[in-house]
């Protein structure tokens, strides 16, 4: 009987072993062969980050991707070459294309715009394709259009050009009271599931001279030039206090000087490995090993991105990309002069 239970007790401890190792995400490196091209192929637990090179012929590709623990997986099954541009096809992870442009790893996605026909004009903004909830502010009214709603709502008695004092907040879109002048004590939230107006009226007096800093849970933090003051704001309960001088950095509240503040260009920030940035009006994918050069179109403006996907402007059009197409969405005549003013909920 002592066996026996020596000999069940010795199972369990190998079969717990082989669970740990083979089951449990780990970091790895791990190096194959497909079609001549040598692999390595490294997974950072940590970050959920997997790094490829690619070599054959003396030639290098690298690409990072993220993605979930796929044990000691080969995720590349397949590798077609056409002159520079090689087209990997993976098992797990998402495909990519690789364009080798030179010897500094500088690489660009091969990717084909497809024509798209429009499908409707509402207010002079032709739309081909809808992926999300649009607001697109026209100077006198918000233009909301989605793939089932095609609104107008007006909140203000004049045309206004600039609405610095807006923001995206949970499903809410917020936005200072412009029929006031200098100064306001209100905000207008409209509740982008049903479009619904609420006023947040505010115990203190803000100048328009403010900028937002950032949302961290319920709460929006504004800073006044003016006043020289920083304000938490929750506006489904209409509060607002008045905030030490501090920054949201990698969601960790830091002190910030005053004088940081007034230069108006603070914002929380949080650090992430893959992101979208303009550089010479070429729109960037930065990944921790490269930097991808995403389309030949000339990009004036970045409307909203995360680590996969990004809304951009190109002349008068608003497009999307993710790591695998670019769509076409809308064209409207004033966004080569002013493009800054569209909000995107998903």
């Not at 541009?85 to 084909?112: A, G, M, R």
């Not at 009214?141 to 007006?154: A, L, M, P, R, S």
């Not at 991105?305 to 769509?327: G, P, Q």
Request: aromatic share 20%.
């Amino acid at each position: 009987m002592k066996k026996l239970r020596l000999l069940i007790f010795s199972f369990l401890l190998i079969f717990l072993s082989f669970t740990i190792f083979y089951f449990i995400p780990k970091s790895y490196e791990l190096k194959y062969t497909v079609k001549g091209y040598n692999i390595i192929q490294t997974f950072n637990n940590k970050k959920k980050l997997y790094i490829f090179k690619i070599k054959k012929d003396n030639v290098e590709y690298l690409y990072s991707v993220s993605g979930k623990y796929y044990q000691n997986h080969k995720q590349i099954k397949n590798i077609e070459q056409k002159d520079n541009i090689i087209n990997v096809t993976n098992n797990n992870l998402q495909n990519f294309y690789i364009n080798k442009e030179n010897d500094n790893y500088y690489t660009s996605y091969y990717i084909t715009i497809p024509e798209d026909k429009k499908k409707y004009t509402f207010d002079n903004i032709d739309v081909y394709n809808i992926n999300a909830n649009f607001y697109i502010w026209n100077y006198s009214q918000f233009i909301n259009i989605n793939t089932k709603t095609k609104k107008k709502i007006k909140l203000f008695d004049n045309d206004i050009y600039n609405i610095d004092l807006c923001t995206n907040f949970k499903d809410y879109l917020l936005i200072a009271d412009y029929n006031s002048k200098y100064k306001f004590n209100k905000f207008y939230l409209i509740n982008t599931k049903n479009n619904k107006v609420k006023e947040t009226q505010l115990d203190k007096e803000v100048y328009f001279n403010s900028y937002f800093l950032g949302t961290y849970k319920k709460y929006i933090y504004l800073y006044d030039m003016q006043t020289k003051i920083e304000y938490k704001i929750n506006p489904l309960k209409n509060t607002i206090y008045k905030n030490r001088y501090e920054i949201l950095s990698n969601n960790k509240f830091e002190k910030i000087s005053v004088n940081k503040l007034n230069k108006g260009n603070v914002s929380f920030k949080k650090e992430i490995d893959f992101y979208y940035e303009l550089n010479d009006n070429k729109l960037i994918y930065v990944t921790p090993i490269n930097k991808i050069n995403v389309t030949s179109l000339k990009v004036s403006n970045i409307i909203f991105s995360n680590d996969n996907e990004c809304y951009f402007i190109s002349d008068d059009t608003l497009y999307y990309v993710n790591k695998d197409k670019i769509i076409k969405l809308m064209t409207y005549s004033e966004w080569k002069f002013n493009n800054g003013y569209i909000y995107i909920f998903k």
